[in-house]
């Protein structure tokens, strides 16, 4: 149990509710979320047994998990630097990630104070611009965010967390329901639906089906060995497809949950779903408030909400924070001050994404654009095919139905997507989107 918390405290975060509707709306909805719940089935389940096995297999953080077993398994000790590439890809991803949860934070003050009491989708809107337009302003929030990261991991006491994890995430569901139902009553609902689950095939180009793969990957927390390094603390007698089939259901409940929320206020309010990462934060406290109790059902969403990215936080300088620890023998604090304060400045190119460097684009956008698509839909994507052809196909049968623990049709089924469909496909979203 406290093994299917962590993980799930690190799969629902910003992705579910921030990044997910945002992706959707600019990927043109209903084909992308059929290409993105595919993915997540036929790729994203497979690779996080995978992951999991090779963690609780090998016992260390994902680095040297890594090495260890490519040496076991008779093939190379280079397969480390596939850990090696998920403890940058974290690092990365907490730079920008930090700042977005920095704008919950201070969205927390802005609902208790009454900000958006009544207020209009212009007046929201406006706040939303003035406030990221502001450098100062949310550097400030990504520091106060990074500060509480590094505090938590430094002290190690991340275990009490998973108890916290059992209240949050019923917690987010309660109060995601609640915005459904308001969704529901805004006449827009019919079209919020067809907007998400009507596919146009036609709109469909490779670039979003890179996309949907990238979302199915950063949601679940998979490509980058932080579900590796939570296996590594599994216990032998745990099932590792009953956990990983509950994280996965988990995750994607609460995903389509907040599309079904937004999207209808997107068009009640005459909104566009092409918004980009300003959308949930234009759209919700819209919603609240218009509703009544909204200033506090506003400022509990906001506090869930930034409690749901710390816990994901967390798994994401783990793996950097593990091999520091093992390889450079430093305490933990000692690493945890240093990724913490790596991963600090490296956010700053992301703050400045949104104001003085907003219009400066290169590749995939801003440089936060380009962060963005370098881990998700890259770094993720390409350890997440290495996992799967090290478990299918470097590591002998015995040594996966060992910790799979069955060798019916439950083992039967991962080791055909694990060595077949989830490479392959990987392989041909790269090349198609990609090259
Ligand atoms: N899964 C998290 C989210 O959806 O917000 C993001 C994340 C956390 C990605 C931890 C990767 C990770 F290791």
Request: proline fraction near 3%.
């Amino acid at each position: 149990m406290a093994f299917v918390l962590a993980v799930t405290g690190s799969a629902v975060g910003l992705g579910n509710i921030w990044k997910f509707p945002y992706i959707a709306g600019q990927n043109g909805g209903g084909a992308f979320v059929l290409v993105y719940l595919a993915c997540v089935v036929l790729i994203g389940m497979p690779v996080m047994m995978s992951e999991i096995l090779i963690g609780r297999r090998g016992r260390r953080n994902p680095v040297a998990t890594m090495e260890l077993l490519g040496k076991e398994e008779g093939s190379s000790a280079n397969w480390k630097w596939v850990g090696g590439m998920g403890v940058v890809a974290g690092i990365l991803i907490l730079s920008y990630y930090s700042v977005i949860a920095g704008w919950t934070l201070a969205y927390i003050v802005k609902s208790a104070t009454g900000v958006f009491a009544g207020a209009s989708a212009e007046a929201v809107g406006a706040e939303f611009s003035g406030f990221v337009g502001n450098w100062k302003a949310i550097g400030l929030t990504h520091t106060i965010f990074m500060a509480l990261s590094v505090f938590v991991v430094a002290r190690g006491v991340e275990r009490g967390l998973e108890q916290a994890v059992r209240f949050m995430v019923p917690a987010l569901l309660i109060l995601m329901l609640l915005l459904l139902l308001y969704s529901i009553n805004s006449g827009y609902f019919g079209q919020g639906v067809a907007f998400m689950f009507t596919p146009n095939f036609e709109l469909l180009t490779w670039g979003s089906v890179l996309a949907a793969l990238g979302q199915a990957f950063f949601t679940l927390s998979i490509g980058m060995g932080a579900v590796m390094a939570y296996g590594a603390y599994l216990p032998e007698e745990t099932s590792i497809t009953g956990a990983s089939a509950a994280v996965v259901t988990a995750d994607t409940g609460i995903a389509i949950l907040a599309g079904l929320a937004i999207f209808p206020l997107v068009f009640a309010n005459g909104l566009t779903p092409a918004d980009g990462p300003g959308l949930v934060f234009n759209t919700l406290p819209l919603a609240f408030g218009q509703m009544s109790g909204g200033v506090f059902f506003s400022t509990i969403f906001f506090v869930l909400l930034s409690f749901a990215a710390w816990t994901s936080a967390i798994g994401l300088m783990e793996p950097a924070v593990a091999w520091i620890v093992e390889h450079f023998h430093k305490t933990r604090a000692q690493a945890t001050v240093l990724i913490g304060g790596l991963i600090w400045v490296l956010g700053f190119g992301s703050v400045l994404s949104f104001n003085v460097l907003a219009d400066t684009t290169f590749l995939a956008g801003t440089l936060f654009d380009n962060v963005d698509y370098l881990t998700s839909n890259i770094m993720l994507p390409l350890g997440g095919l290495l996992i799967t052809v090290f478990a299918g196909w470097v590591m002998c049968r015995n040594s996966t139905s060992d910790e799979l623990g069955n060798s019916g049709m439950l083992f039967k089924a991962w080791r055909m997507l694990a060595r077949f469909i989830a490479p392959i496909g990987i392989l041909i979203v790269l090349v198609n989107a990609v090259l």
